[in-house]
């Protein structure tokens, strides 16, 4: 027998990669943890320890939709949507859902270092009166029944913050394509299960959905706290981690995103706004994320083209296939769908790098037509 090939070599070290997060302990490819509701509740449930906020831009169209769903979740429930400087009529339209049942704060203007998120989040915080908030995103629905399971779980297990991760809207084909996979690929960076530990090591949320205790909050020094962050629901769980609070994440079909993504082009812009920030800016990192996902997704493809390394090629492609199932069936697509990971992984890849050039060109971050200049820490990246 010959000396092996650079490429099946490297086939085989792409099939123990993918035999590794097959075999982990803590199953970052299964759907899980979760939390679903059996079948709408009997009777409207007592929300009113609950205050949801819901910072909204340009959120006219989809607001219906989010705040006749809140309505249906119980009796109490008071609800604060915080127009976040709005071209359209997103104030008015929140105004005339909510009546007497709920407020709308016109946003003032944003400080600088804050993101615009976190700013209206912040003015609503100070109207504040119950010992649970609710941080709601205007293009979340609920299904009748979610929010009270999510506050009986937080209060029965002695939760200080849970967050569920919405299930992506999948209409088109890029949707369906990509959409899955951007909670896959969330679930091998922040495991779920480790970060739903003790360990302050690691700490995760989904910023669609964050119940957590008012006092909490107060405690981290609120959402001045993170104001600058851009990843913020997993800044915001690390920090209260870091003050001993209790925190749980999970996935959940009862809680569902209107966001559309129809073109690729949406897709990219959405991985793009975060993924060199969750690199650090650094290009060393950078470089091993590439070279890891080289390995991961374009190794075994091109290893089947070559007969000495098709076997390591076809077990690496069946494996990460495999991991992959879990998630795709758990949202409703075809199990075909989870022999496309090659393709979705390297297109990931291509938006991380778009993100990094981004960023190199001074462009900073872009959401809802702001743009945020890239930190001073960023400049000095190694």
């Known amino acids: 027998m010959g000396s092996w090939t650079l490429l099946e070599a490297a086939a085989w070290s792409a099939a123990g990669l993918w035999f590794v997060v097959l075999l982990l302990p803590w199953l970052p490819w299964w759907p899980g943890p979760r939390l679903e509701v059996a079948g709408a509740p009997k009777e409207a449930p007592c929300l009113d320890g609950i205050t949801v906020l819901i910072p909204a831009r340009d959120e006219a169209a989809g607001l219906p939709a989010v705040l006749q769903a809140l309505r249906a979740q119980g009796q109490g429930l008071r609800v604060v949507v915080i127009d976040d400087d709005s071209s359209d009529d997103t104030a008015e339209v929140a105004r005339r859902l909510l009546g007497g049942e709920g407020c709308v704060l016109r946003g003032a203007v944003k400080p600088p270092g804050w993101s615009g998120k976190l700013w209206a989040l912040e003015q609503g915080r100070r109207l504040v009166e119950t010992p649970w908030i609710l941080l709601l995103d205007a293009d979340i629905v609920l299904r009748p029944g979610l929010l009270d399971a999510a506050y009986r779980k937080a ?34 960076l922040y495991p779920f299960r480790i970060s739903n530990s003790r360990w302050a090591g690691m700490a995760a949320a989904a910023g669609g959905f964050v119940l957590l205790r008012a006092g909490l909050l107060e405690c981290i020094g609120g959402f001045g706290a993170l104001r600058g962050a851009l990843i913020d629901d997993c800044t915001l769980a690390r920090l209260c981690k870091r003050h001993g609070a209790r925190t749980w994440v999970g996935l959940s079909r009862d ?128």
Do not use: N
């Open 155 to 188: 209060r029965a297990e002695g939760l200080d913050l849970l967050s569920l991760m919405a299930t992506p809207r999948q209409v088109g084909f890029w949707e369906r394509l990509l959409m899955p996979a951007f909670v896959y690929f969330f679930k091998l």
């Open 255 to 382: 809680v569902r995103s209107l966001r559309r993504a129809d073109a690729l082009a949406a897709i990219r812009d959405m991985v793009a706004r975060t993924a060199f920030t969750q690199l650090g800016y650094s290009r060393t990192w950078l470089g091993l994320c590439t070279v890891l996902m080289v390995l991961a997704f374009v190794v075994p493809l091109a290893g089947l083209w070559d007969p000495r390394a098709a076997v390591p090629g076809t077990l690496a492609w069946a494996s990460m296939s495999l991991s992959y199932l879990p998630t795709v069936v758990y949202y409703g697509r075809s199990p075909l769908w989870a022999l496309l990971l090659p393709a979705i992984g390297i297109l990931y890849l291509w938006m991380t790098w778009v993100s990094a050039l981004r960023h190199w060109r001074g462009q900073g971050a872009g959401w809802r037509g702001r743009h945020y200049a890239r930190p001073d820490a960023a400049r000095r990246s190694g």
